[in-house]
């Protein structure tokens, strides 16, 4: 018996573990299939080569799927803003699903999708029938099932929609980057030129087109063939060919092609394998649409390839510099181009000023310009829906929207070597460019003139570690036990022993505003001050704030000629120590200056260097704290290249019995420094403000005495003490017109309540929501819908990936992010911040807001039952934005009538106005 039971253990054993492995292979089959929607079929094949080619000419049939009539929709569309790009992605989307399965069954390998186009590449391949006939089929096909389904229903009204198609048939060139691709040349841009010249129903070609397929063409002009729609003999697609038997074939497997997608993307195919109509976000990014030409493709194949590899790298490595996002590469009738990003799928605070400098540095590349390589740029920023477009079997990550739209359309009317930027841009740089105002221009789908700026010098714009205040409080407001602290570390510096001051905060919370008082208190005790910051793009440039620390001690000055600068740094080093002008090579690599090597640096290799450099900078500060003591301030440390920050610690470790001061701001670093370790370390973490002092900040600023109770309870409620946003607020204020200026005196006016939120502030708090895991980031936006405040069962019953909310919940709370309560009997959770929760709310796509507001709904009314009474405005809340206009109604009557009875009346109106809404919105439903 014994036996017999151990046997059956094993066997159930043994099942479990089959049922296990298989679910293994399941799950790892869904990923690998996601990742190869991401590319095209070219990119797998080539790692089953031996070989890896420098560049091939492919012996092709193009085929270019153009759907009109997204134009007029999404510009009729955008006037609802974000939603409307969202509902353009998605009727897109609708379309391509089935397009791109009939590209695909005729042997269609999809390369781009551009917008509502599909860019395919038709080969021999082995297949049956001829590429030039397959792609014909294809395009009879796609035209067919739009024609089909051409009436669309918006939220604008309904929509006709049509397709056109181009073929070419040639030699195509094709370039593999081992990250990235080009398919580019004379057949690329002659079929990007011929599909203009097909109206809505019709398919152009050339004339190796029209050869391939005698009697389905008639000549239109000279070179191009119109499809004279006679019935010819319908071809059945052949057999599917599974992409995963050509991974199989690849060395690395699936490996072998992840290079190829965004580290983000691949994240969130770990995090969830599949995607749908829900995914995506509104992000407000900058768009730069860049034009590059004078590579020569078929004329100088080698000589091309080599130029447009270099190109590629110069490109790649100067966008991540900035912290963009390379798009993708594509070609049009303008030539070849690049879309890049800014704002997504980081946003960081200055995005505008990041992709102006990138293109002014491009521009300006040694590379570019000694190689010949014309560029031009086109830059807008705005609101866009960032989410995937085309279907399971081939899919892209874009962005989408009017924002988009206009980058392109000022792109594609620059002038060779040129930068325009939009209103939107130009207002967030023209402080660090000079600039030309252009007439400005009319552009489709507006109805006013466009205005444009072109970009002409960057600025030599004077150095500043402290943000720059509407009218600059005299005052600090609440950081008096921080300044009491750093007066004691300014009395010990002065007795020789050597302090670190470090300063730790989010965005916007007065970190800059209390340096500045920090200096003011270095001054009038005789400190020598050497400051230095580092930049969000400043990662990939080595000793970037001890650059300005050492220009500083120099006494090098921005107009300083090359001569100039090697004479100051020689002169400097030998009034330290004569000996240091054996190792001038060794500083001036750091600052950018020649010098010829000597005995002693010839020869050095890199540690030794980095040692040298290290040791020699010190030097250089301990002769400076001979004749008074001195404090060294570095900004936005969490910013900081590795190298500087090896150098942070390594002063910060030998300046112990010296008359050294060492101030580091930083907002909250994962890792921790050495620096922080020390015992005659003080870390300051900086907190909100006080209500009170929130308060204060507002009369100090506005030098006002009254505060209206409406702008009172706006204040404390979105700005929560954060300085940064209140400030923010309070421009927003004067921009729009709430506060205004009479007799010299600030003034409160208006309903306050119609205020718009500035961007700026979105951008910080979007920037940190960015800097988390992606699981992280999923449950953050997940418990927005939930609300400003929620019970840990609540948030258990919707959240699809529990294996990761409890850790993600764990990790929100260390952030601060969101805070945790224990009460009676449940875990309670709230926003630490309401404009973290808006913010998150906000980025998430309207799809999906909806769906989550129903889950919440539907999980409250199934599992409380017995609560019923107590969740009805909750009900109410999650069913109407939930788009459930039944259940909406039926509780927001509810609810409207037990805020009644309390006498609880501005509730019962909003629950009662949202009952109408709900019905109002039925009876639409019943008319349709």
């Known amino acids: 018996m014994a036996r017999k039971a151990g046997k059956r253990k094993m066997k159930n054993v043994s099942v479990r573990q089959r049922e296990k492995v298989k679910k293994v292979a ?49 510009e009729k569309l955008s006037k609802l803003g974000k939603e409307g790009s969202e509902e353009v992605t998605k009727i897109i989307n609708h379309f391509f699903g089935p397009l791109i399965k009939i590209v695909l069954a005729w042997g269609g390998d999809i390369y781009r999708f551009g917008g509502d186009a599909i860019f395919a590449v038709f080969t021999d ?54 990250q990235d691709f080009f398919i580019g040349g004379k057949l690329a841009n002659e079929l990007v030129q011929i599909v203009e010249k097909a109206k809505p129903g019709e398919i152009v070609a050339n004339g190796e087109v029209q050869k391939a397929a005698p009697g389905a063409f008639r000549k239109a002009e000279k070179g191009i063939w119109k499809w004279n729609k006679k019935k010819t003999k319908r071809l059945n697609p052949e057999a599917k060919r599974d992409i995963m038997d050509l991974i199989k074939k690849t060395r690395g497997g699936i490996n072998s092609i992840t290079p190829y997608l965004e580290e983000w993307i691949q994240e969130r195919i770990n995090l969830r394998p599949t995607f749908d109509p829900k995914d995506g976000g509104h992000r407000k990014v900058t768009c730069v649409f860049l034009y590059f030409g004078g590579i020569r493709y078929e004329k100088e194949p080698k000589k091309g390839t080599v130029l447009l590899a270099g190109f590629y790298h110069v490109l790649k490595k100067t966008v991540e510099k900035y912290g963009g996002y390379l798009n993708k590469l594509d070609v049009t009738s303008g030539g070849d181009r690049a879309l890049i990003v800014f704002g997504f799928p980081i946003a960081l605070e200055d995005d505008e000023r990041r992709a102006t400098i990138f293109a002014y540095d491009l521009l300006n590349n040694a590379f570019v310009k000694s190689k010949g390589i014309h560029v031009r740029f086109g830059i807008n920023s705005g609101f866009v829906f960032a989410g995937p477009v085309g279907s399971d079997l081939r899919r892209e990550y874009t962005v989408m929207g009017d924002a988009v739209n206009l980058a392109a359309r000022i792109a594609s009317s620059v002038k060779k070597d040129e930068i325009l930027v939009s209103e939107s841009v130009f207002n967030k740089v023209f402080g660090y460019f000079d600039y030309q105002a252009i007439t400005p221009k009319e552009v489709k789908g507006k109805k006013e003139k466009v205005r444009l700026f072109k970009i002409l010098e960057k600025k030599m714009v004077e150095r500043s570690l402290l943000s720059k205040w509407l009218s600059e409080s005299e005052k600090i407001v609440g950081r008096g036990k921080e300044l009491k602290r750093f007066k004691e570390l300014v009395n010990k510096a002065k007795k020789a022993k050597g302090c670190i001051f470090a300063i730790s905060g989010e965005a916007g919370i007065g970190k800059s505003r209390l340096t500045q008082e920090l200096i003011k208190e270095l001054r009038k005790s005789k400190f020598a001050i050497f400051e230095g910051d580092c930049i969000s793009y400043g990662s990939a440039f080595s000793y970037h704030p001890w650059v300005s620390i050492l220009t500083d001690f120099f006494g090098i000055h921005p ?71 001195i404090s060294i301030i570095i900004e936005d440390l969490h910013w ?111 309903d306050i309540r119609k205020l718009q939120l500035p961007d700026s502030v979105e951008a910080v708090i979007l920037s940190r929501i960015d800097r988390l895991d992606i699981q992280e980031r ?4 997940v418990a927005s819908v939930v609300g400003r405040e929620f019970d840990e069962f609540l948030i258990r019953g919707i959240y699809p990936g529990l294996k990761f909310l409890t850790k993600s919940l764990r990790n929100l709370q260390h952030l601060d992010l969101i805070k945790r309560e224990k009460g009676k009997k449940q875990i309670h959770y709230f926003f630490k911040h309401i404009l973290t929760r808006e913010v998150a709310y906000e980025s998430l796509s309207y799809a999906r807001r909806r769906d989550l507001h129903q889950k919440t709904g539907t999980f409250i009314e199934e599992k409380l039952k017995d609560r019923r009474e107590e969740f009805l405005g909750l009900l109410s809340y999650h069913f109407h934005e939930g788009k459930d206009f039944d259940k909406s109604l039926l509780y927001s009557v509810e609810a409207g009538e037990k805020a009644k009875r309390v006498y609880a009346n501005e509730e019962a109106i909003e629950f009662f106005t949202r009952a109408i809404e709900s019905y109002e919105n039925l009876e639409k439903l019943d008319g349709k």
């Open 26 to 74: 399941e799950e790892k089959e869904r990923r690998s299939s996601a990742i190869t929607s991401f590319l095209p079929r070219k990119i797998v094949q080539i790692k089953t080569r031996d070989k890896v080619l420098p560049f091939e000419f492919l012996p092709a049939t193009l085929f270019y799927g153009d759907i009109s009539g997204f134009t007029a929709m999404s």
């Open 125 to 178: 391949n082995g297949w049956s029938a001829g590429k030039e006939i397959r792609a014909l089929e294809a395009a009879k096909r796609t035209i067919d099932f739009v024609k089909k389904h051409k009436s669309v229903e918006t939220k604008k009204g309904r929509f006709h929609i049509r397709m056109h198609c181009a073929l070419a048939a040639g030699k195509v060139y094709f370039k593999d980057f081992g």
């Open 559 to 629: 107009e300083d000629s090359m001569k100039e600068r090697k004479k100051k740094i020689k002169k400097s080093m030998v009034k330290v120590d004569r000996k240091l002008s054996e190792w001038l090579p060794i500083i001036g690599e750091v600052m950018g200056v020649s010098f010829p090597e000597t005995p002693l640096t010839k020869f050095l290799d890199a540690k030794i260097k980095k040692q040298r450099v290290f040791d020699i900078t010190f030097d250089l500060m301990k002769h400076a704290a001979k004749k008074r003591p």
């Open 640 to 750: 900081s290249d590795a190298v500087s920050m090896e150098l942070v610690n390594y002063i910060g470790r030998n300046i112990k019995n010296k008359p050294f001061l060492l101030v580091l701001v930083f907002r909250p670093i994962k890792r921790k420094e050495e620096f922080m370790e020390k015992k005659y370390a003080t870390l300051i973490t900086l907190k909100e403000l006080s209500e009170n002092d929130s308060l204060m900040l507002v009369k100090n600023l506005l030098s006002i005495k009254n505060i209206p109770s409406a702008f009172r309870k706006l204040l404390i409620e979105k700005s929560q003490g954060n300085p940064f946003y209140i400030e923010e607020l309070v421009k927003s204020l004067i921009e729009q017109g709430y506060v205004v200026e009479e007799r010299e005196k600030w003034k409160f006016t208006g």
């Open 778 to 781: 999923d449950v953050l936006q």
